[in-house]
């Protein structure tokens, strides 16, 4: 909203029109160009009759434009944890500068450029904005995301294992994480989770193993084997 607007004479008259408040005062007035809308509006100025002056009004115009589109915007997924990612914007009009922030609206500066590149800690939203040289309407704010590590990793068992024991007797189950196969794409060594765990002593019969391999931000995959 554009306040403290004034120009009218004489003093003591009245504005008026699409997205005009007066201020009551016979000086100023303010405009809000979202309630008058995009186009050309006529505001007028209004002075009453008195005792010395005849009635009489000026009038001129006010054009609102429309916020221009945001930027196309390409952002990162499945990026690795520590990784340094670049989110790309390009500028409806070559001529304009792409500018980086951390708030759809408001917010900080992060950067000034097409390729905005920074090493995020977890899934990020940033905003790009097209800025066009001189006093002109700045672009919407274009959201890109960039998102971290969805992929689970993969994690093959062993083939069933026979364990024999004496008569009576139980048995220790041993680690078999050792025997598991796992690979991830980002983690290069994933923990694996043994349940029942390692040290466990069972009786007799089929014992189902279950491995659950766990990569750096908390994706999981899981096998299961017999004993």
Same mark, same amino acid.
């Given at each position: ?9 004489? %003093? ?10 007066? =201020? ?13 809308? &995009? ?5 007028? @100025? ?16 006010? *054009?609102?434009l429309a916020i221009p589109p945001g930027? =196309? !915007? !390409?952002?990162?997924? =499945? %990026? ?10 390009? $500028?409806?009009?070559?001529? #304009?500068?792409?500018?980086? @922030? ?13 390729? @905005?590149? %920074? ?7 940033? %905003?790009?904005?097209?800025?066009? $040289? ?13 998102? /971290? ?5 993969? /994690? ?9 024991? #004496?008569?009576? *007797?139980?048995?220790?189950?041993? =680690? @078999? ?15 694996? /989770?043994? *349940? ?11 014992? *189902?193993?279950?491995?659950?391999? #766990?990569?750096? &931000?908390? #994706? ?8």
């Amino acid at each position: 909203v554009l306040t403290g607007l004034s120009g009218g004479t004489p %003093f003591g008259g009245e504005y008026s029109g699409p997205g005009v408040t007066d =201020d009551g005062n016979g000086t100023t007035y303010s405009f809000d160009p979202v309630v008058a809308g &995009v186009g050309v509006h006529t505001l007028t @100025y209004e002075v009453s009759a008195g005792n010395c002056t005849v009635a009489s009004s000026a009038s001129d115009t006010i *054009e609102v434009l429309a916020i221009p589109p945001g930027p =196309d !915007t !390409t952002g990162v997924s =499945d %990026f690795c944890l520590g990784d340094e990612v670049t989110v790309t914007a390009v $500028p409806l009009d070559p001529g #304009n500068v792409i500018r980086w @922030y951390d708030e759809a609206i408001g917010g900080n500066l992060l950067f000034e450029g097409t390729d @905005y590149s %920074f090493t995020p800690t977890g899934d990020t939203d940033v %905003f790009a904005q097209e800025n066009p $040289p001189g006093p002109l309407c700045v672009g919407e704010r274009t959201l890109t995301s960039v998102t /971290i590590d969805s992929i689970d990793p993969e /994690i093959t068992c062993p083939e069933d294992i026979t364990e024999i024991v #004496n008569e009576g *007797e139980l048995f220790t189950i041993p =680690d @078999y994480t050792v025997s598991a196969t796992v690979t991830d794409n980002c983690t290069e060594s994933p923990v694996i /989770i043994q *349940e029942p765990s390692a040290g466990t002593e069972i009786g007799t019969g089929i014992t *189902e193993i279950t491995l659950i391999a #766990n990569d750096a &931000v908390g #994706n999981e995959a899981s096998c299961t084997f017999n004993v």
